[in-house]
């Protein structure tokens, strides 16, 4: 009996932490915020759809909530610079009509000067 009701314990555990990581949508304007989680209840991804379509700023994390991407999508592809960390390198990716342009790989031990 104590099995039984261990299980029904952990059965309805797991279906409530479950149902946490269905997707949010919000409606900001005439944009939806959408927002999609890992199956641990870590934030995935979070940006906005206009028409349907990925479109404005998205930002991307790891399962333990590491940011490990970030850029702007336009009516559904992918447009300008994008960001991807991975370890200690941090790529930067050029996208033109949602096809990648040029890539360029920081590490962390590489000099970066801001021009002001």
């Known amino acids: 009996m104590k099995k039984a009701v261990l299980f029904l314990a952990v059965m309805f555990a797991v279906s409530v932490s479950a149902q946490d990581t269905k997707p949010t949508f919000e409606k900001m304007g005439k944009m939806v915020k959408a927002t999609y989680f890992h199956d641990n209840g870590e934030i995935a991804q979070t ?14 994390f790891n399962v333990q909530g590491k940011k490990i991407a970030t850029g702007q999508y336009e009516n559904g592809q992918k447009t300008g610079k994008w960001f991807f960390w991975q370890n200690d390198v941090l790529s930067e990716v050029d996208f ?6 040029q890539v360029k790989n920081w590490s962390q031990g590489d000099a970066v000067t801001v021009n002001q």
């Open 96 to 101: 033109t009509d949602n096809r990648i342009a």
């Open 47 to 60: 940006g906005y759809m206009l028409n349907g379509k990925l479109h404005g700023d998205w930002v991307m």
